[in-house]
Every structure is written in structure tokens, then in C-alpha cells.
């Protein structure tokens, strides 16, 4: 039953009918085509290993300033 050419046309149709709202959208790969572009610049960073120098007094405060201004400086992207 499976290679008669009316249950193939049907099988067909039913293909077409259901790939068709994924083939074509405009909108979803104009979508696709914008976050890609975003992903390629968007930093993720969970862990910052800041250098400082032995002679700081005050490492603590120092390290802290800088990782701030590593956060400012990706969010105001």
C-alpha cells in the first residue's frame, strides 16, 4: 500500500503542507541572522583573573576596581 502513487502523491502533500512555515520565513531568518551576529560579539565571563603587582597596599580594592571597569565597559555595548 505504501508504493501506490496515491498514498506517494498524499505522503507528498502532507511534506510540502508541513515544511512550507519553515522554508522561506523572512522574518525568522532575518531573527537567526541578528542573534548570530550578536553571539559573535556577547562575552560571557564567569570567572576574571585580575595581575596585580606585590607593591599595591591595597590589592583587594584595586583588583575590584578593574574587574568594574571590565563589567562597565561590556555593558555599555
Same mark, same amino acid.
Given at each position: ?7 506517494? !502523491?498524499? $505522503?507528498?502533500?502532507? +511534506?510540502?503542507?508541513?515544511? @512550507?512555515? /519553515?522554508?522561506? !520565513? ?6 537567526? *541572522?541578528?542573534? =548570530?551576529?550578536?553571539? @559573535?560579539?556577547?562575552? /560571557? ?5 585580575? +595581575? $596585580? ?5 591595597? +590589592? =583587594?580594592?584595586?583588583? =575590584?576596581? *578593574?574587574?568594574?571597569?571590565?563589567? !562597565? *565597559? !561590556?555593558?555599555? +555595548?
Amino acid at each position: 500500500m505504501d508504493t501506490t502513487s496515491s498514498f506517494l !502523491n498524499e $505522503l507528498r502533500s502532507y +511534506r510540502d503542507r508541513l515544511a @512550507k512555515p /519553515h522554508l522561506g !520565513n523572512s522574518a525568522a531568518e532575518d531573527f537567526m *541572522k541578528q542573534e =548570530y551576529e550578536r553571539m @559573535k560579539t556577547e562575552l /560571557h565571563a564567569f570567572l576574571l583573573l585580575i +595581575r $596585580l603587582d606585590q607593591s599595591f597596599s591595597c +590589592r =583587594y580594592s584595586v583588583a =575590584y576596581n *578593574k574587574i568594574m571597569d571590565i563589567r !562597565n *565597559k !561590556n555593558t555599555e +555595548r
